[in-house]
């Protein structure tokens, strides 16, 4: 449970508040909400990535504490509170009501119209389902974005029959062909957002579907790669910057270490396969196309050449 405390204006004294907001002792979420500096997610310590979610928590619980009417979190906001990974945290929260109120047309807030029959609650807040987050998230995000949190989903229960029928129970167009895309492609063996990117690429490519955490026996042992195309001999992992960093995963981790095990482990890999993978970092989405050639060079000439650009995938952006 959050320990984030939530102060609204309404029930504040005016010059309190104006004093405890010049002094730094408070900050603002939104009109009319604000929290204790010492617990803004702003400026907690982690990844700028994990800092966006932490804030974008706080907002929920700040647009929660201010709406009256009932209300259940939904789209991106649902899948961060259940804590999916996303490839981008939305600049907006997202919520169903009965109906939209007239009056409020906050910009931070995007309201759906219909409360669901069933929600669950989530930390103290109330949520539309993982299976109805998932098809809500593949209606309306870009493909990337929906297949992320889909993959994720996957990895926490999803029930994959129960998404496909709340889909064929749409009935209105919109999206539906994009959501169907994202459910065709969705895979529980991508461990990151990252996975889920490069094998978004690969697809866009019209290449194989690859196998996720493909096992390499070595003389080190058992190694897992990130996708795989065993047929082809194609193999290709993403690589974060941040496991070779002194300190990444607590006091006393060597980065330099991670670095020369890694040394290792490719090189079991290659001994056992008498093939290397192919790495990607984070920087490599500036330019989706050079990791589209990249990954593209190391297929047969015969794949290549079959290999057909899926037209429903649109150029992956970088995360925010």
């Given at each position: 449970?959050?320990?984030?405390k ?8 005016p ?7 010049t002094s730094?002792e408070?900050?603002?979420l939104?009109?009319?909400?604000y929290?204790?500096?010492a ?8 990844s700028?990535?994990?800092r966006a ?9 700040a ?11 939904s789209?991106?906001?649902a ?10 945290v939305?600049?907006v929260?997202?919520?169903?009501q ?6 409020d047309?906050?910009a ?9 029959a069933q929600h669950?609650?989530?930390?103290g807040l109330?949520?539309?389902?993982l299976e109805?987050?998932v ?8 493909v ?7 993959d ?9 029959r129960?998404?496909r029928q709340?889909l064929?129970d ?12 994202v ?9 990151s957002a990252w ?12 290449l194989?579907?690859p196998v ?10 058992v ?6 195309w065993?047929?082809?001999r194609?193999?290709?992992e ?5 496991k070779y960093?002194?300190?990444?995963f607590?006091?006393?981790y ?7 095990e ?12 008498g093939?290397?993978?192919?790495r990607?970092?984070a920087?490599d989405?500036?330019d ?6 990249r ?7 015969d ?9 429903r995938?649109?150029r992956?952006?970088p995360p925010?």
């Amino acid at each position: 449970m959050s320990s984030t405390k939530i102060l609204l204006a309404r029930s504040e004294e005016p010059n309190g508040l104006r004093s405890a907001l010049t002094s730094g002792e408070l900050v603002r979420l939104r009109r009319g909400a604000y929290m204790p500096a010492a617990d803004d997610g702003a400026g907690r310590p982690g990844s700028d990535a994990g800092r966006a979610r932490a804030r974008a928590l706080d907002h929920a619980r700040a647009v929660h504490a201010q709406v009256r009417a009932p209300h259940v979190f939904s789209h991106a906001t649902a899948a961060l509170i259940w804590g999916l990974r996303l490839w981008a945290v939305s600049d907006v929260t997202h919520l169903r009501q009965r109906s939209k109120p007239g009056g409020d047309r906050a910009a931070d807030i995007a309201r759906h119209v219909g409360l669901p029959a069933q929600h669950g609650i989530v930390d103290g807040l109330p949520v539309t389902s993982l299976e109805q987050t998932v098809l809500d998230c593949a209606l309306t995000m870009p493909v990337l974005d929906a297949l992320v949190v889909a993959d994720a989903a996957l990895g926490q229960g999803l029930r994959e029959r129960e998404v496909r029928q709340r889909l064929a129970d749409v009935r209105k167009p919109n999206g539906t062909a994009r959501a169907a895309c994202v459910l065709g492609l969705m895979d529980g063996g991508s461990q990151s957002a990252w996975e889920t990117w490069l094998r978004y690429v690969a697809a866009r490519l019209g290449l194989p579907r690859p196998v996720l955490q493909y096992p390499v026996a070595t003389h080190l042992g058992v190694y897992r790669i990130d996708l795989a195309w065993p047929e082809q001999r194609v193999l290709a992992e993403f690589d974060g910057q941040v496991k070779y960093t002194d300190g990444a995963f607590g006091r006393g981790y060597d980065g330099r270490r991670a670095l020369v095990e890694e040394k290792r482990r490719e090189d079991a890999i290659a001994e056992a396969l008498g093939v290397r993978p192919v790495r990607f970092m984070a920087v490599d989405a500036r330019d989706p196309e050079a990791v589209a050639r990249r990954l593209l060079a190391r297929f047969p000439p015969d794949v290549r050449a079959a290999a057909r650009p899926d037209r429903r995938l649109p150029r992956p952006t970088p995360p925010r």
